[in-house]
């Protein structure tokens, strides 16, 4: 009986605990004491017209006010680099887990940064609940469509722009073999599309893919893929140029700039919308690598201004210190604008110089 007794108490105790930890365990993010300069990024990209932003990570965001600090000072838009993919937010079949996207559409609100959706339909991280069902090709439409809807629907009104589709294009120009289009076949591109603007009318579309910068096999599909599209009167506002770099393959900027204006004559908005440079592959010392790092950004957002289209410069992260790229030669990696302590790198300056010179 005393056993018992114990048992129950200790029982009563773990869920106490179990329930206080789960209550601390709901992400806030603290306020930040905004601070406003003439001088910051998003002030300069301002005054020449477009936006400027970055990705943002849960959990620097929850615990590094430095990291708060700099994003809500230097940028004016924030895009979740993980939280909206379909693995974290729609984990098992019915069940969705907007924690942590409450948290940073909050966030965002409070600071003044506009929020841009990313990715509604990709290939990466889908949970084992849909890559390991056995469904009929109705059942995948309905999947996709009530994840596009829940998502979206959530938070009309809120988000800038949605990633609806995110590299559905191989090199070679040909369609991604992903779960969606095995399932549902190439008309799930149309049908996301639609399903998000019926979901919130005001977000700008995007259709997003990365080494598309240059003119070429996948830049001209990816060309063919929306001129269809707006043909066929799906909503569509923009194309998304990841530019995932290195100092070894940036693109010619001529070619970026062709590229840029054709997209711009089907009505189309243009942005660099994960930009980084890698600098492991270039060569020369790590200074000298540093500027030319600071050459190719400012190339790239000199050739943004050029174009009438071109309407944000969002980089994948800000600070070398939360990169997702990873350290491949023990030199560590370094392929945003802000080192690891916050300091701004020669890229940093060249993108202010290309702000500041009309
Ligand atoms: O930066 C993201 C990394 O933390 C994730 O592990 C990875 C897989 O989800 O995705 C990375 O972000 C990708 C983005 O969502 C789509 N374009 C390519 C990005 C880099 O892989």
Redesign the pocket.
């Given at each position: 009986m005393k056993h018992r007794i114990v048992l129950a108490l200790v029982v009563v105790v773990l869920v106490t605990f179990s329930i206080l930890f789960r209550a601390s365990a709901i992400p806030s993010i603290p306020a930040v004491a905004s601070e406003t300069s003439s001088t910051s990024l998003r002030a300069l990209a301002q005054k020449r017209g477009i936006n400027i932003g970055a990705?943002v990570?849960f959990a620097p965001l929850q615990n590094d006010p430095d990291y708060r600090a700099v994003l809500t000072r230097e940028f004016d838009i924030m895009v979740p680099?993980?939280a909206w993919?379909f693995e974290y937010v729609h984990p098992t079949r019915g069940h969705y887990d907007f924690t942590q996207v409450d948290a940073l559409m909050a966030f965002a609100k409070a600071n003044n940064l506009k929020m841009r959706g990313?990715?509604l339909a990709?290939h990466?991280?889908i949970p084992p609940w849909v890559t390991k069902g056995n469904f009929t090709r109705d059942e995948w439409i309905a999947i996709l469509r009530e994840h596009i809807e829940t998502l979206v629907g959530r938070y009309r009104g809120q988000v800038y722009i949605w990633d609806v589709v995110?590299?559905a294009i191989n090199r070679d120009g040909s369609l991604r073999d992903t779960i969606w289009l095995r399932n549902i076949g190439p008309e799930y591109i149309d049908l996301a599309y639609r399903w998000t603007h019926e979901a919130d009318p005001q977000a700008l579309l995007f259709y997003?893919d990365?080494a598309t910068e240059e003119l070429g096999q996948k830049s001209d599909a990816v060309y063919d893929l929306v001129r269809g599209m707006l043909q066929r009167g799906v909503p569509l506002n923009g194309v998304g140029f990841?530019a995932?770099l290195g100092l070894s393959y940036a693109p010619k900027l001529k070619s970026l700039a062709k590229n840029f204006k054709r997209f711009g004559e089907l009505g189309l908005e243009v942005q660099f919308t994960?930009l980084d440079v890698k600098v492991q592959d270039g060569v020369g010392s790590w200074d000298s690598r540093l500027v030319e790092q600071g050459k190719v950004y400012a190339g790239l957002l000199k050739t943004c201004l050029e174009a009438q289209t071109c309407t944000a410069f969002t980089t994948?992260?800000f600070t070398d210190r939360y990169t997702?790229i990873g350290d491949l030669t023990g030199l560590g990696e370094a392929p945003l604008i802000f080192d690891k302590s916050y300091r701004p790198k020669p890229a940093y300056d060249a993108i202010k110089d290309v702000l500041q010179t009309e």
């Open positions: 990705a990570d680099e993980n993919k990313h990715p990709w990466h991280l995110n590299e997003c990365y990841q995932h994960e994948w992260g997702w």
